[in-house]
């Protein structure tokens, strides 16, 4: 069984910053910062060599990536308290980009993931709620043009035409119910343009967004850059 999957966080890692091509630039300098002490929120790296065998494999995982990915989600849900998927306090994920060598702004990434119908209401109701719906429809355009492959102009179109209708020229002037609304408007274009409801549940929308990440690795812009 190999190591796929390397944590940080808690003023501990698992890699170094010698391990450029095994963890990327981005994963190898993490695991550093985190072992110096520095306030490095906890994550984990799923290593090159995956990427390596989900091309020569037919886009297959390892087997066993699954079960160390879960194993890393739940070390972070323990060292910050939240919970991957629901719960009172919801964790959310950035699921980003990395390589051996610097690329930047050339492979994909997806922010605020694990927000869905039922924890942009928790983040509402404890927080600022027009904060939470504007980050959640910002989540739905970002995943959907990113893993879904539906074209972001969709969903900036819509905005544009729903300030028209109410009267405002900037997004500020929008409120926490228009940006529920709007919600409401980027899901349907996602049903309408994928033939399914944009996805709830959090391990697929983690699932979804590594595909796309290493799907990115040979999209036209990385591979230009290369």
Known sequence: MGKWVYGFGDGMAEGR??????????????????????????GFTITTEVCTRFYANDRAYPE????????????????TRKEFGGGENPLLLS????????????????LNLGLNDETVKVLAAGADSRFAFDSYRRFIQMYSNVVLGIDHHLFEER?????????????????????SELVVDYKTIVERESGQPFPQDPGRQLWGAIYAVFESWMNQRAITYR
């Open 159 to 179: 905005l544009e035409d729903f300030k028209d209708e109410r009267g405002c020229e900037l997004d500020t002037e929008l409120e926490a119910d228009d940006w």
């Open 17 to 42: 910053a010698d391990m450029r091509d095994l963890l990327g630039g981005k994963g190898a300098n993490l695991a550093e910062m985190a072992s110096l002490g520095l306030p490095v929120p906890p």
């Open 64 to 79: 066993d990536l699954a079960s160390q990915l879960e194993a890393a989600l739940a070390e972070i849900e323990r060292q």
């Open 95 to 110: 699921v980003r980009s990395g390589a051996r060598a610097s690329m930047p702004g050339m492979m994909d990434t997806v």
